[in-house]
Nanobody, 118 residues
């Protein structure tokens, strides 16, 4: 059984920061690369940040330098630190296993809503 539980979203002013968390229920969590995705209204879900088992990270160009993905294998959790948030970052954020696409597309969590507005 696989389950992703995202939290930490909210309403923030432009320039603000948020830290998203994803608690992952799966066997051998530490052996998987992980990714954060987002979906804005009327748009397709996109990969925002990815973290490989070896610590290699990749980011969407528009968030490079503002977002940081990390993980704590002891807590089966992955995080997304977001700073200098902009209105275009407004979306529902999700996590899933995999670095180049979701390995478990049938098991998306409920997501966490991030709204950036003045």
């Amino acid at each position: 059984q696989v389950k992703f539980v995202e939290s930490g979203g909210g309403l923030v002013h432009p320039g603000g920061s948020l830290r998203l968390s994803c608690l992952v229920f799966m066997r051998s969590f530490s052996t998987y690369g992980m990714g954060w995705y987002r979906q804005a209204p009327g748009k397709e879900r996109e990969l925002v940040a990815a973290l490989a088992r070896d610590g290699t990270t990749n980011y969407l160009d528009s968030v490079e330098g503002r977002f940081t993905i990390s993980r704590d294998n002891a807590k089966n959790s992955v995080y997304l630190q977001m700073s200098s948030l902009q209105p275009e970052d407004t979306a529902t954020y999700y996590c899933n296993a995999g670095r180049q696409g979701p390995l478990f597309p049938a098991y998306w969590g409920q997501g966490t809503q991030v709204t950036v507005s003045s």
